[in-house]
């Protein structure tokens, strides 16, 4: 009887030690971006002091009821307006569509807090409209009349709303362009209305896509602090800030930072779930799009304005209001603070802007070549840092940081009798860090889309005419991902320049950006004095909703 020949089943060959360096060095900036969550995580489950009971029991629940309530109020408007614009623009003729079209991202520009600060003194019983409608109406004192308080819950809900809708407007407009004309065409044959296919056919397809967008506009909702603080809504964000910087609780403010997570990880499976689903709802190709529906009479002066409304109150109303505060003190662009507040700005989003191209770079090679185990995870979990609010990222980073030059002061004087101080913790590392670990999802998911354009031809060619790693990817890569490189850090430095919770917490003493400029001077009542610096960041902010712009390309709809 013949033996079988048992033949040792064919090994794998050994991965190139460029890919198993990626793999590692992938792996340490990973776990070092995960560092600040698991630092809140474990700190607020074992604390020097159990201050849960205590929080629990005074301050807590209204946190959250007020987090619960902004959120669902900027939620349902982000919500209506976003998509009501999108819609609009899409599938409708009307005058100024394609004016509409990029003017809806403008609000992008404007950080929520400025916004607040320019309607607060706008529309305040002193502001010019109150004034104005004394004058005309002869009213004398407010109890003559009535106007809602701007500096209130609603309040916060209709700024944040007309200032995050853009997130929405952009995934739904995304979802309605590749929506299939069939599919509209079919609803209309039996007899639907223009509404009635967009409510029972178009709505329903477009849903995911929405929730993502809502879904950012949330998280960036979470993370405000500046406008809830000046309109007097005690939310978590502001909470995690009084309990730490006010009253020295750090523990307290670890708790409530691991009660802001939970939003968060909600937050981030609901979008999550909303992207899965999305790839199943919609075609990877755009299709064949449907007739732009011609309106007529008040229905193209009705799109006009809702299309408009939104731009006016969430960027134009609050720009002529910041220029007209600004035209009469344009000396102070010549004054040491606003100048040194500006060149701080630079450096610290120049800086972390070049570390987050570098680590996108790391993490997006490493993700290629490793797509399966626990590296791929890791670079996964790291890439979320965007949904995490500054105020918890800078609890996070704080506190490792403060123990390690704790660490290295106390070996340093009992080896060399030598101090080191705060080297970390107390300098502009904390904030580039910090910066980092937030905005690293920007730089790395537009490095990823660059490297789709590298195929492995490209790369097995540059193998063939016997260049290695490093040559390949400056002769061959890295011209093919400048367009990318250039974008990511175009985006991280404009949201640097942005930031404001996780700058308040980690600065320096006596270290000011325009962020944190903008933020005391209004919180001091001075807003005259804060245009200056908070045009400055809108300008900044202007840059990438041009290259969003330009991104917008119109579908190819008979009109």
């Known amino acids: 009887m013949a033996v079988a020949e048992v033949r ?193 056919v178009a709505l329903p397809l477009a849903r995911p896509g929405i929730a993502v967008g809502v879904s950012l506009a949330l998280m960036e909702c979470l993370n405000d602090i500046g406008a809830a603080g000046f309109f007097g809504v005690r939310t978590l964000t502001l909470g995690v800030y009084t309990t730490w910087l006010s009253q020295g609780n750090l523990g307290g403010a670890a708790q409530i930072s691991a009660v802001m997570l939970l939003f968060i990880f909600v937050l981030v499976w609901f979008e999550r779930t909303a992207r899965r689903k999305q790839s199943f709802v919609l075609p990877a190709q755009r299709p064949r799009q449907p007739d732009r529906i011609r309106l007529n009479g008040w229905q193209r002066v009705l799109a006009v304005f809702v299309c408009a409304l939104p731009v006016l109150i969430g960027f134009v109303v609050p720009a002529l209001i910041l220029m007209n505060f600004a035209a009469s003190r344009l000396e102070e662009a010549y004054s040491v603070t606003y100048l040194k507040a500006v060149y701080h700005s630079l450096l610290l989003a120049g800086l972390a802007a070049g570390f987050a191209v570098l680590l996108g770079l790391v993490l997006g090679y490493a993700n290629r070549a490793v797509r399966k185990g626990l590296t791929s995870k890791i670079i996964r979990l790291a890439s979320m840092g965007y949904a995490i609010p500054g105020t918890v990222l800078g609890i996070g980073v704080l506190i490792p940081l403060a123990g390690f030059d704790n660490a290295l002061d106390s070996f340093l004087r009992d080896t060399f009798g030598v101090s080191t101080g705060l080297l970390l913790s107390g300098s502009i590392a904390a904030i580039i860090f910090a910066y980092v670990v937030r905005f690293l999802a920007v730089s790395f998911g537009a490095i990823e889309t660059g490297l789709q354009k590298v195929t492995p031809n490209v790369a097995a060619a540059a193998r063939t005419l016997g260049r290695g790693p490093i040559a390949a990817f400056s002769e061959v890569h890295l011209p093919l991902l400048r367009p990318a490189l250039v974008s990511a850090a175009l985006l991280v430095f404009v949201d640097c320049m942005k930031e404001l919770p996780a700058t308040l917490i980690l600065r320096p003493f006596d270290f000011e950006t325009l962020a944190t400029s903008v933020f005391m001077l209004a919180s001091l009542d001075q807003l005259e004095e804060s245009a200056l610096p908070a045009l400055t960041i809108v300008a900044a902010g202007l840059l990438p909703v041009i290259l969003l712009s330009r991104t917008l390309h119109e579908p190819h709809i008979t009109s």
């Open 8 to 200: 040792p089943a064919p090994q794998r060959p050994p991965r190139p030690w460029s890919e198993r360096l990626l793999g590692a060095a992938a792996l340490v900036t990973g776990v070092a971006l995960a560092l600040p969550v698991l630092t809140i995580l474990v700190l607020a489950f074992t604390p020097t002091e159990n201050v849960w009971p205590h929080l629990i029991a005074t301050v807590l629940p209204g946190y959250v009821l007020r987090t619960l309530g902004l959120m669902l109020g900027v939620g349902i408007i982000t919500f209506v307006v976003g998509t009501a614009v999108a819609w609009l623009v899409t599938m409708c003729r009307f005058p100024l569509r394609p004016l509409f079209v990029w003017a809806s991202l403008l609000p992008l520009a404007m950080p929520g807090y400025i916004v607040a600060y320019a309607y607060v003194d706008f529309l305040s019983y002193a502001g010019p409209f109150q004034t104005w409608l004394r004058g005309v109406f002869g009213w004398k004192s407010p109890g003559d009349y009535w106007f809602p308080e701007i500096r209130s819950l609603g309040g916060a809900i209709f700024v944040l709303s007309m200032v995050l809708y853009p997130y929405v407007f952009l995934t739904a407009r995304a979802s309605f362009i590749r929506q299939p004309a069939t599919q509209l065409e079919v609803a209309r044959a039996l007899g639907r209305t223009p509404w009635g296919a967009f409510r029972s």
